[in-house]
């Protein structure tokens, strides 16, 4: 072999020696970005109000409620509900607890659920006004529990929708004021009256149109009056389409309420078809967590909760 011949193997044999190191690297940059990029598009979280029972009868305290769902459930991500720890929102040191206890247990503190604390679609302008001020102090702890959100009720006008509409857009965009320097979303459930109505929410949203300002879509709560005349009391003569429903917010949702009340011998749930809610959920832009909201009778809370949270991720897949 000549000299110029013998250099030019020496050479081209370092390249590919040097392309051979590299090789691993490069497929391990690959497979880290296919990693990163196939993260699980929604995540479950345990809404509190689905141990309510347990709660009220103070068999299960706020500050365990975080052990509860991670021991019983194996669920690393909860929504509170402010009933729960209702004098406790500007207390720092039950604040902090709450952040230890998560912190200590890998937990994620996702929102609040407010109640309460006054309708933010209220017609006459003081009581809107005192409703709006009423969640700030919930807006502040949201911001130190690290949650991304809290939850609050557009009730109002339940017989004026053009009222309802008029007090809803001033209500909300004034408390999302309010809640945007803390970087908290203030997002609106479908809980009866025309918050039940999946259109008229949907254009509320549309007119607003603050991006902390959104939407939590519930799975069952799509009840627009009732024949009490009460909020909650009676049977419920006016109730939207809750697919449809459904459809209608979830461009405008931070998260989604995944309620049940009871499964049959299949694990379906009986009152939900969930194989087409989820569907919808699917198709919409909406990526993130589904909380679970059970709230049966005929299974324990428990059981209603592990029931769900199978079907959750049996339909997930």
Request: with cysteine; aromatic share 10%; hydrophobic share 40%.
């Amino acid at each position: 072999m000549d000299q110029l011949n013998r250099r030019s193997f020496v050479r081209y044999t370092a390249l590919g020696a040097a392309a051979l190191t590299l090789f691993p690297a490069c497929m391990d940059m690959k497979n880290q970005k296919v990693k990163k990029d196939s993260s699980p598009r929604f995540s479950i979280s345990l809404a509190q109000w689905s141990l309510h029972k347990t709660l009220q009868a103070g068999q299960l305290d706020n500050l365990d409620f975080p052990k509860k769902a991670v021991e019983a459930f194996g669920i690393y991500a909860v929504d509170y509900v402010n009933q729960f720890f209702k004098d406790k929102a500007t207390n720092s040191s039950y604040l902090a607890e709450m952040n230890k206890r998560t912190s200590d247990l890998g937990v994620k503190q996702l929102l609040i659920m407010i109640d309460n604390e006054g309708g933010l679609a209220e017609p006459n302008d003081d009581v809107r006004k005192q409703s709006v001020t009423n969640h700030f102090k919930w807006v502040d702890a949201a911001k130190t529990l690290g949650c991304h959100s809290i939850r609050v009720n557009a009730f109002g006008s339940p017989d004026d929708p053009i009222a309802w509409h008029a007090a809803a857009v001033d209500g909300l965009s004034s408390l999302a004021s309010y809640a945007k320097p803390m970087g908290i979303n203030v997002i609106v459930e479908n809980h009866g009256g025309y918050s039940s109505d999946g259109a008229k929410l949907a254009a509320v949203m549309q007119e607003i149109d603050m991006p902390n300002c959104g939407t939590l879509p519930d799975f069952g709560n799509f009840c627009i009056r009732r024949d009490s005349g009460k909020q909650w009391e009676g049977q419920c003569i006016d109730e939207y389409d809750r697919y449809k429903g459904t459809a209608e917010l979830l461009p405008f949702a931070r998260s989604v309420s995944a309620k049940s009340y009871d499964f049959d011998a299949a694990g379906n749930e009986t009152k939900i078809d969930y194989a087409r809610m989820l569907d919808i959920v699917k198709k919409s832009s909406y990526s993130g967590y589904l909380g679970i909201e059970y709230e049966g009778s005929r299974l324990s809370e428990d059981e209603g909760i592990l029931a769900t949270k199978e079907l959750l991720e049996k339909l997930l897949v």
